[in-house]
């Protein structure tokens, strides 16, 4: 069984036929009701101009679920260091974190958030792409402002998240701990954990190495049950292995009508077996092999699933059946 705590990573996802605003009041409300059933901390992704992903920033979601909750972590997975200025990232995340019993994490990545160039230009005000060394010295100044210029106590705890070896060395060499993106590129996530407990150095924000993966996860009673409610985000990602950035998320009975070629079958059900989705059996086996293959210290559930009801049964699922397995 899961030996290792659990948590929920909030991508806000908006339904066709349905507005932005209903996404964002639904987030508080999944705060609560997976700190209700134990998960360890909920954190916010960043994304900017997509037509299936709500452009809410995590620190104001982070903020807003903290004032409605009074025990789970939140923060960010992630805000992404190119948009920002390393000081302001530095102020938000330590006024929260002091603000909220030391109960704030700042989850760091790199990517621009946005498959639109104009828009990623906009978030850079012009600046070009980010190189290593850029990235490099902003999560070092990131650090840096933490501790010496806001210097308010407690700070958020910070964690990079990586989903390449470059990505882990970086992690390694900072001695922060690494949350990594196995709902994105599976394929990475073993050589990336070599990379990163082989050359980890200790420091004052984590004293040996630390790994959360994250794990894209839909449970549902049954197998065709936890089929239909994946088939929209198949359609988003059959849409950018096509190169299409501008995909709608689209509700579940869309998606069952989608007309799926034969190899974007075949690449999402190569995708899906290296995830969890299926009944409570299925995937809390699924999640023990992966962190058993992995070494995890906790693993992060992804539910991009829009009915919020749904999302929050499929975490109630996998809570109840560990339970009971435990017990037992």
């Known amino acids: 069984m899961i030996d290792v705590p659990l948590s929920a ?8 036929g349905t507005r932005a605003v209903e996404t964002l009041r639904d987030t508080a409300a999944f705060a609560q009701g997976v700190e209700r059933l134990g998960y360890h901390r909920v954190w916010y992704a960043e994304h900017h101009h997509s037509p299936a992903i709500g452009a809410f920033p995590p620190v104001v979601l982070a903020a807003h679920s903290a004032a409605t909750t009074s025990a789970i972590r939140l923060g960010s997975g992630g805000v992404l260091a ?4 390393p000081i302001m990232l530095a102020e938000q995340f330590g006024t929260l974190a002091a603000l909220h019993g030391g109960r704030i994490d700042l989850g760091i990545g790199r990517g621009p958030g946005t498959f639109d160039e104009a828009t990623a230009r906009a978030l850079r005000r012009g600046v070009g792409p980010t190189t290593d060394a850029d990235y490099h010295a902003d999560v070092a100044a990131i650090l840096s402002f933490l501790v010496d210029e806001v210097a308010l106590d407690p700070l958020p705890e910070p964690w990079l998240l990586s989903s390449s070896t470059a990505g882990a060395a970086l992690a390694a060499r900072l001695g922060l701990p690494m949350a990594l993106a196995h709902h994105i590129r599976p394929d990475n996530t073993l050589a990336a954990l070599e990379r990163y407990r082989a050359a980890f150095i200790p420091s004052r924000w984590c004293e040996q190495p630390r790994v959360l993966v994250c794990v894209e996860t839909v449970c549902a009673e049954t197998e065709e049950e ?4 994946v088939g929209p985000m198949d359609v988003v990602k059959a849409g950018l292995l096509k190169g299409l950035s501008e995909i709608p998320f689209p509700t579940p009975a869309d998606a069952a009508a989608h007309p799926f070629t034969a190899e974007e079958r075949h ?3 190569g995708f899906r077996a290296q995830q969890a989705v299926g009944t409570p059996e299925t995937v809390v086996r699924r999640l023990a092999q992966l962190a058993a293959e992995t070494g995890a210290d906790e693993l992060m559930l992804t539910t ?10 499929s975490y109630e699922l996998i809570k109840k059946y560990t339970e009971a397995a435990t017990a037992s």
């Open 304 to 313: 991009p699933v829009h009915d919020l009801h749904d999302r929050i049964r």
């Open 226 to 229: 936890s089929a239909r409610r």
């Open 82 to 85: 190119p948009n920002h200025a």
């Open 267 to 269: 690449a999402l059900a």
């Open 9 to 16: 990573l909030e991508v806000a996802m908006v339904q066709t």
